[in-house]
């Protein structure tokens, strides 16, 4: 079973909206974290928010802000005011706390088109 | 400046013929990855090593290895064994400080296509 799920694989967004990007995982470790990661048409994948199983809030860092649903098991990043600058892959992924080698676990991307 | 740093960019190989990545990073990170990333997918992990002359192999290691000699170094070999080696190849590090944040960082990639 996929372990993170991202089930769109292309999205559109008019520049200055929001958008949200879904994500699913599934584990059964008490202790894990969730990251998202964008890349451009460069290649580098660029780290973007992280949340913690244990975090009461959900992350923010500036325009980006991750919809944390523990019981849903969902991880949802919104980007606020979309600038053409976001149009890339965004990716979602997580890393179980047992698991000592700080493995990530990617899901297979959603392509983020902005529209001007 | 801190960072990762892959070379080459772009790397073109025969069918049959080793070929060697690079990955340097001077974050003074602890471990260090490698992903391969196919067209339209998502990253799959290669090798890990999170200490020297230590390395231990992740979902796709077949035809692949690894040396692990000095922190700041962890070059990917991709040997003729590997049947399909054409992808763009990532490399990251954290530095395992305990921090349930430690944030993998990622290097610029490199592509390989096998002629």
């Known amino acids: 079973a996929q372990k993170i799920t991202q089930t769109q694989p292309g999205m559109f967004v008019q520049e200055k909206e929001a958008v949200t990007l879904d994500c699913t995982y599934d584990?059964?470790?008490?202790?894990?974290?969730l990251f998202w990661y964008k890349q451009p048409s460069s290649g580098e994948m660029i780290f973007l928010i992280y949340q913690g199983s244990y975090d009461q809030q959900n992350a923010t860092e500036g325009r980006y802000s991750l919809n944390f649903q523990k019981a849903r098991k969902s991880a949802n990043l919104v980007i606020s005011a979309s600038q053409l600058g976001d149009s890339a892959m965004y990716f979602c992924a997580m890393r179980e706390g047992m698991d000592s080698s700080y493995k990530l676990i990617f899901g297979s991307g959603t392509r983020l088109l902005v529209r001007p | 400046d801190g960072g990762i740093t892959q070379s080459p960019k772009y790397l073109f190989r025969k069918e049959g013929q080793n070929v060697t990545l690079s990955c340097e990073q001077n974050l003074n990170h602890d471990a260090m990855y490698w992903y391969r990333q196919d067209p339209g997918q998502g990253l799959r992990l290669i090798y890990y090593?999170?200490?020297?002359?230590?390395?231990q192999k992740g979902d796709i290691a077949e035809g692949y290895s690894v040396s692990r000699e000095k922190k700041e170094s962890f070059p990917l070999t991709v040997t003729s064994a590997q049947k399909n080696p054409t992808a763009f190849y990532l490399c990251?590090?954290?530095?395992?400080?305990?921090?349930?944040?430690?944030?993998?960082?990622f290097g610029p990639g490199t592509r390989l296509t096998v002629l």
């Open positions: 990251a590090s954290t530095p395992l400080a305990g921090g349930s944040t430690d944030t993998q960082y």
């Open positions: 584990t059964s470790d008490p202790s894990y974290g």
């Open positions: 090593s999170q200490i020297v002359n230590d390395f």
